[in-house]
Every structure is written in C-alpha cells, then in structure tokens.
Nanobody, 115 residues
C-alpha cells in the first residue's frame, strides 16, 4: 500500500483546507488510519484518527477545528481543517495508526498558515 497526500497550501489564519490521502493496494478498509503532522526538528504528531467503521479521535490541539473522514470505496482518508492557526503549519501525512500496519511514509503535503 502506498500513500499519497495532497491538498496542502498557503492560507491565512482562520482559513480552511481539505487534505486527502489515497492508498493503493488491499486492506485499506480495515485499517485504523490517522493524519499526522511534523515540523522540522520536532517529532511527528498524531492529530486525528479514524477506525475502519468511522469512529474518530482528535488531539486536543485540533479538536473542534479538524474533521477526519474516510471513503473506503475510494481508499481515501480526508482531513477538513477549519479555523487554521499559524501553529498548524507543518507537513501533513497519513498512515496507519498501528505500527505493524504502517506503510512507508510518503512525501506528505505542506500546510502553511500565515498570521
């Protein structure tokens, strides 16, 4: 399974972006998936997760602003980001939550929020 994230860009504080991640190969629909972000020099942070049946969980820093969703028919996980803040600036990645199911990290998609 390969992961390709897209949808990032430059946006002003308070704006919105919608990220998408497409997985190839089999087994996607059963995978507990997550969106992660990383700032240079810091560890990768898990910001939102979604199970195969759609149960979600969020980091406190994004709760109420970000919404994760998935379309198992299209092997896609999405992240709707509203009310963006400069501290949301990072490279965003998707991958499985379970280390044993995790695939090689793709290039991610850059999100930059200007103040």
């Amino acid at each position: 399974v390969q992961l390709q994230a897209c949808g990032g860009g430059l946006v002003q504080a308070g704006g919105s972006l919608r990220l998408s991640c497409v997985a190839s190969g089999s087994g996607f629909r059963s995978r507990h998936m997550g969106w992660y972000r990383q700032v240079p020099g810091k560890e990768r942070e898990l910001v939102a997760t979604i199970t195969g049946i759609g149960s979600t969980n969020y980091a406190d820093s994004v709760k109420g602003r970000f919404t994760i969703s998935r379309d198992n028919a299209k092997n896609t996980v999405n992240l709707q980001m509203n009310g963006l803040k400069p501290e949301d600036t990072a490279i965003y990645y998707c991958n499985a939550v379970s280390v044993s199911q995790r695939q090689p990290w793709g290039q991610g998609t850059q999100v930059t929020v200007s103040s």
